[in-house]
């Protein structure tokens, strides 16, 4: 399987200020990434994806991600913070089986007025 | 349309004890997943499923068995529970191996 690394297991910030929360992955394969965000008490929900194409990816909620493959990076970005994106956001990777993906350990995201 | 449902939403076991827990997809999806969620440890891969009466081992399968005799339901058994096993459970489905994962809203299972 693949590995992937969430450098931050919690980053707090204040409202209305940029956040990045930071994905590496190994991968010996095409890479596909994702990342997930999860309310308290709640599922996964998709925020966004890369399968191919332009290296930068919009998602939900005003999130991005730029993906490196030189520094087999996927970095979570967002320029300006609500109360409500408080969450625990993870990154995944497919794995080289292409059924299955790997989950990095998650970041939990604390935006604080 | 309901997604992914899992049924129950929470559970207390002595250890010992066996129980089911059951995830049902209306969304006609080929593959199926369960996966555990521990504080600090992410998601993990338990069994997974990439069809109608297929099964495969994923990360963490140790004491847990599961089946797909259905093609929306994929159930996970618990034979004997163990308090190690205490955990928050999440079912997903996927059209694609390759694409995103619905989640269902997780099942809280605590072992005594």
């Given at each position: 399987?693949?590995?992937?690394t ?27 990434l ?21 290296t ?5 909620n ?16 967002k ?35 | ?13 002595k250890?010992?004890?066996?129980m ?20 600090g ?17 994923g990360?963490?399968p ?51």
């Open positions: 399987a693949q590995s992937v969430q450098l931050d297991s919690q980053v707090p910030v204040f409202e209305e200020a940029p956040v990045e929360l930071r994905c590496n992955y190994s991968s010996s394969v095409s890479v596909y994702f990342w997930y965000v999860q309310y308290p008490n709640q599922g996964l929900q998709l925020l966004l994806k890369y399968l191919s194409g332009s930068l990816v919009k998602g939900i005003g999130f991005e991600a730029e993906f490196n493959k030189s520094q087999t990076s996927f970095h979570l970005r320029p300006s913070v609500h109360i409500s994106d408080t969450a625990e956001y993870f990154c995944a990777v497919r794995n080289s089986g292409y059924s299955t993906l790997t989950f990095g350990k998650g970041t939990m995201l604390l935006v604080s007025p | 349309n309901a997604g992914v449902t899992q049924t129950p939403k929470f559970r207390v076991l250890t010992g004890q066996s089911t827990l059951l995830c049902a997809q209306d969304m006609n999806h080929e593959y199926m997943y369960w996966y555990r969620q521990d504080p440890m992410g998601l993990r891969l338990i069994h997974y499923s990439v069809g109608e009466g297929t099964t495969a081992k990360e963490v140790d004491g847990y068995n599961v089946s797909r005799l259905k093609k929306q339901n994929f159930l996970l058994g618990l034979e004997s529970a163990a308090p190690s096993q205490t955990s928050v459970y999440f079912c997903a489905s996927t059209q694609q191996g390759s694409q995103p994962q619905h989640f269902g809203d997780g099942t809280r299972l605590s072992i005594l």
